[in-house]
């Protein structure tokens, strides 16, 4: 295992990798867009969007960088948010995720 500074990303880059339908480049700028844009509404609604995203591996990054959107802002659109993780609470690919999401939003949203 080795870490990787996550780098920041131009909008329109990130919009061309989230229409690339490729989970690699949507994952990396789903990651980078969360990590360093200031507007945690328009990542949250690519988080939300992405949630329900056909590949697992960029379902899993989705919910997780709505935890790190906790984290790093401390706002999320809770109303939004909650809907959406109580919807997936129960679905075992997910549910991790989902869990550790939860526990960020009640550690740093207030």
């Known amino acids: 295992m080795y870490y990787e500074n996550v ?3 131009k909008r329109h880059e990130a919009k061309i990798a989230f ?4 989970a690699i480049n949507i994952c990396d700028a789903l990651l980078r867009i969360t990590y360093h844009d200031s507007d945690w509404q328009w990542v949250q609604s690519y988080c939300l969007y992405f949630s329900k995203h056909t590949d697992i591996e960029v379902r899993r990054l989705a919910i997780t960088c709505i ?3 906790a984290r790093i ?3 999320l ?3 939004l948010v909650n809907s959406l993780l109580n919807e997936l609470i129960n679905d075992p690919e997910v549910h991790g995720y ?3 999401a939860l526990d960020d939003i009640s550690i740093y949203v207030q």
């Open 7 to 9: 780098l920041p990303i």
């Open 19 to 22: 229409s690339s339908k490729n």
């Open 77 to 79: 659109d809770l109303q």
């Open 73 to 75: 802002h401390g706002l």
């Open 67 to 69: 935890g790190h959107l």
């Open 98 to 100: 989902v869990q550790n």
